[in-house]
């Protein structure tokens, strides 16, 4: 992928500080600490200014591509989060999920196409809560924060995406939410056909980016067709669809930007395997997924129990090795205070055996 | 892998795949009939079809799947044929459809 | 003293224009962008539908541009044009009586359409790469090895609205036959698959060929445009498209991928119209008068067109035309100092 440079015509203005967060509904319960990371490595090693504001709600996004949410009812919410955004002081919204970056940037258009649309938006919100609306003067996805601040990080890292055995970058497949570019190219770095948003953090931290051949394909999260149990045959087939195309480039893990990927490419790996046999790691086991805040806070040295990484369904003890992460085995599934959280049974895709303190303490 | 009810499975792509596709039948009734490659998708055919207007026997798509390499379910979908012969003489191209039918089956078998 | 036009543009129609206005008296110049004339054929290998080797066609018309003397200025780009002159980038200014634009059209470029990799994977070429390839007289693939299967794409930079490109290029339909025919001559084992969306075969000669590609060479012909290319791990192609005469989607792994790139109106047409006062169609090629009999006149007194620059064209209608603005140019001045 060394060869493109076509990424550069893409080029959107990213605010350098001053970022209001807009957290994502599935990643506070999937991988909650992600946006923790995201808040440590913004505020304390990069020191920029992020508001993590606590009256923000969900975008209802989900809802609305599921036909449970009007059009209307989800421009008032996101006007209101507009109006907290400028009453906390602040004018770069980001947001931590590709879903709601999509309907931000949707909505956003559509009071722009359609001014009428933004007047009835302005009276529902001072109806319903007495705010009024103010536009961000930008929107990014904190994928594109971090993508800005990728230099800044690499001066800081404690290791690169390089496999400490073999001294070989570690290949890694890359994931853009569909959500991200495929609504509006110009509202993503590189567009939507080559985006260069991950592939460009993986480049900086030392990497490989994959280019196989279902490497735009949508994971099939689709919404409806995971919702309803009868739809997620095609749900899984497109992951299923992507994992067999990547399989022979044998990546050391495969990175995503959106919430409802990183989930559905982790956990339908647990299911196909369940189902059919298959895996599709190196090792027989599962390829682990992570989020972008994961890969950024391995490389600056981050533990990754401190990062959520026991979270994943596919576990990321091989992955750690090939890094030279160091790492309490024995604290894996230990909360705060030392306190046993629970482990998932083993699966196909898992390979962690080993006998864990939390097991002899039992 | 144990035996979990999931209550849903992987479905099957439609797609097709040219890459796992046997063309060697297909190729051998494309060398026998050369003019068949000549179609040019017009629907004459199916548009005058006895069978095609009582079923959803559609010969235009039927045996432009035959030349993708899709044959399953040809060799039956093709009795529904009357051969009446009426395709044959709307076929701008010339195209003997009416024999063609009797090719397919015969290449094919019941596939 | 004879009248003198200034032609913008030396490839065909240029040259041809200049010919045939020598051949009644009136004297030509041409100048030219580039260093040489020819303009797009140069370096084009055979000629639709006949196979016509594109030199036997453009050499003569180029050495009797020669032998007859006629006027070039190369290397100089016309950045305005009048009815009594143009002038260069270098502010020079050449006086006629009379002007003939004949600066053609502009390749599609085929980085513009991202999903097909074009610049990016090896193996993807364009319809151009293909005839220099075989001037060169050697097709193969990047590592030198021959194509076992190839897929030419139709409509790459024509009839799409997502590049800005509404028209149809004409010609790159019955070029996608020629080229299936010329790569299934070369390698005839191989499977040649051409993913259209209409088929337009317009000319002499055209539907024919069509149906010999089909019938006699056994080229595959799918109804439905491939939606992005990707590269597999031993450096193929996948491909994906609707066969949408099946209704069902289709995909495969192809050798070579041949994109027939069409024809985009010049960039520097609306200055070059704007330093004229004439109008743009919607397409971005110079309007002419009318469809009928004004298809060579523009809508200013004592400017012409030649070729392409209208709209899309075939060689030959090129050719052909450059006789009708030539007689159009020839009847203008007349006309105009005849009344004085």
Redesign the interface.
Known sequence: MARRASWQEYQKEIAADKYYYARSCIRQNFFPGSEKAFLDILSNDLGVDIFDDPLHTSCTGIGYHSDVVPLETIMTVVARQFALMAEAGYENFISSCITSFGIYNEVLSTWEEFPETEERTRRYLKEATGRELVKPRSIAHTSDIMFYHREAIARKAKRRLVNVHTGEPLKVVEHIGCHYAKIFPKSGIGGSEFPYVLAGMIEAWGGDVVDYPERRHCCGFGFRNYLVQANRGSSIANSHKKLESMAPYKPDFIVANCPGCTMFLDKWQYAIAEMDGTTYGANGKGIPVLTYEEMAGLVLGYDPWELGMQFHQVDVEPLLDKLGVEYNPEAKYLGVGGKYIGKPADAAVNCAEQRRLYEIRR | MRNINFGYGISRPRVINMDNNDLRKSNAIIAEMPELQACIGCGSCTASCTAGNLTDFNFRKLHTSVRRGEYKGAYEELSKCMLCGKCRLVCPRGINTRGLVMLIKRKLGDF | MAYRVVIVGGGAAGMQTALELKSRGIEPIIVERDIELGGKARGWHKLFPSFTPAGDIMQPIAQRVKDEHIRCFYGQEVIGIASDGVTLRSEERIPADAVVVATGFTLFDA?RK??YGY??YDNVITSVDLERMMNGGRVTLTDGSEPKRIAILHCVGSRDEKVGQKHCSKVCCITGVKQAIELKQMFPTA?VFNFYMD?RMFGPGYEELY?EA???Y????V?GRIS?A????NKRI?IKAE?T?????????VDMLVLLVGMSANYDNPTLAASAGLPLAPNGYFKANDSFLGVVRSQQEGIFFAGTVTAPKSLADTLAEASLTASAVDQYLKNKYNAK
């Not at chain 3, 990707?230 to 791990?233: D, L, P």
């Not at chain 3, 005469?245 to 792994?253: A, K, Q, S």
């Open positions: 980085h991202q999903e610049g990016l499977d088929i149906r089909q019938e006699k056994n080229v595959h012909f109804r992005e990707a590269e597999t791990i996948q066969d005469l099946t209704g069902r989607p289709l995909r495969m792994t």
